[in-house]
């Protein structure tokens, strides 16, 4: 059975339906992200159908996921009650139509509505932030994955204002009457985006993740790496994303060099808890083995490209073709595999835990299919490696386009075991889950605001 840690209070977290509501909506933001680049490549879809599909992929499942992730485990971990029930509720149903409004406003050419749309998501984003943080600021002391979380939540609030006012540019000529220029604020948008908000809660969940399902603890040159992580990284972003925005290259240079190490040694800190893991392999370790490879290859081809020019658009997200290293091999991986085990765990607590003792329940890795896991780990690795060599090297051209076929069919294939989880397990149905009342979301008697 997937490991039960046996100090965590989960009692401190909010109700079954808050968390899974937000990641059966990301899986969701996940499948209409790849049908839309899998429309985009056979059909050329008109309008800004690339910035649709980087918002619906990156801001709706990645940081949705993350949303139910930290709504989730902050609490739990930290053991403190969470600031508000009600907040975590409303947060999902404020992003979520937000960014589909923009999504389709992209699509469709219609850029006067994009600002209005993403008032929505900025204002769930910030309530997200507002009740995370106020939930964090009970903590007596942050320890290394709680610091990360306020570093994140910072960058959400950062990222969403600098959104806003590129999405207000569609309409009125705001920069007009700023001191950075929109191409500055496009690049520090997306910097605090993806490394700071997105990476930043990666490493800050797999310091407590990689540790505790491997059964390992830090020791000799981990601590060395997760020194230089945790001051070097944080540093990084900022000076990358303010280097950006104002136009500087020294500031840009020094902060892309300290993300580079700080994500290289990472790489080394989570690959040495896979070899000296004393638990069964899972399909949370199996992705987390090629995130940890991902992140070693990432960093050694970034850093020649930010040292020599970190303002280029073709060096935005990385060196030269590496956006599919970094968003499927490490982001990707990274999601896939966590949502493997909170799912089915979060199940598993209320639906079987107090059974314990009385008559047989499953064990945790028995609520999803082995061979669905074992399939879509297949798709989407070989998609994954398909779309980066095809990235690297000159390939045929029906590589590309093959392999985001294979990552599709393995991102419908994950989708569809995770579900199962929810149709067969769960104590309410899928609608039940995403619909459940406000009222039975709260449950009074518990609710901490």
Do not use: K
């Amino acid at each position: 059975m997937s490991i039960v840690p046996g100090d965590i209070d989960t009692g401190q977290g909010p109700p079954m339906t808050v968390p899974l509501r937000h990641f059966v909506v990301a899986v969701g933001f996940l499948v209409g992200a790849t049908a839309l680049a899998a429309a985009d490549a056979a059909l050329g879809l008109p309008g800004l159908a690339g910035l649709a599909h980087v918002h619906l992929l990156l801001a709706g499942w990645v940081c949705i996921t993350i949303m139910g992730a930290m709504t989730q485990f902050v609490p739990v971990w930290s053991g403190v009650a969470l600031h508000s029930r009600r907040l975590a509720t409303a947060q999902l149903w404020l992003v979520a139509p937000g960014l589909l409004g923009m999504a389709g406003s992209f699509l469709l050419g219609a850029l006067g509505w994009v600002h209005v749309f993403g008032t929505l998501a900025l204002v769930g984003f910030w309530t997200f932030a507002y009740n995370l943080g106020r939930t964090l600021a009970r903590v007596d002391g942050l320890d290394v994955t709680e610091a990360h979380f306020a570093f994140a939540l910072t960058s959400f609030v950062a990222v969403t204002t600098l959104g806003f006012l590129l999405a207000l540019s569609y309409a009125t000529p705001v920069f007009a009457a700023l001191p950075v220029a929109r191409t500055g604020a496009v690049s520090a948008h997306a910097t605090l985006a993806v490394f700071g908000a997105i990476l930043t809660t990666v490493f800050g969940a797999l310091y407590q993740l990689a540790t505790m399902f491997t059964q390992t603890e830090l020791h000799g040159v981990d601590h060395h790496c997760c020194r230089v992580e945790s001051y070097g990284y944080p540093t990084g972003v900022l000076a990358l994303a303010v280097g950006r925005l104002v136009g500087s290259v020294p500031l840009a240079r020094v902060g892309g060099a300290l993300v580079c190490l700080a994500v290289a040694g990472f790489a080394v800190l989570l690959a040495r808890r896979l070899v000296e893991t004393r638990v069964d392999w899972t399909p949370m370790l199996s992705r987390y083995a090629v995130v940890a490879v991902a992140m070693a290859a990432w960093s050694l081809l970034t850093a020649p490209a930010w040292l020599t020019d970190p303002l280029a658009l073709a060096y935005r997200f990385g060196g030269p073709d590496t956006v599919h290293l970094l968003a499927l091999g490490v982001v990707g991986f990274v999601v896939l595999g966590t949502l493997y085990h909170i799912v089915p765990f979060i199940v598993w607590v209320h639906r079987y835990s107090d059974l314990l003792g009385f008559e047989d329940v499953p064990m945790i890795d028995d609520l999803y299919g082995d061979r669905l896991a074992a399939a879509d780990f297949g798709l989407f690795s070989a998609g994954t490696a398909g779309l980066v060599a095809a990235d690297l090297l000159a390939l045929p051209t029906v590589v590309a386009p093959l392999s985001g076929a294979l990552v599709a069919a393995g991102t419908v294939v994950f989708a569809a075991n995770l579900l199962s989880v929810l149709r067969n397990h769960s104590p309410q149905t899928l609608g039940g889950v995403l619909f459940a009342s406000a009222d039975r979301d709260q449950e009074p008697s518990e609710e901490a605001v």
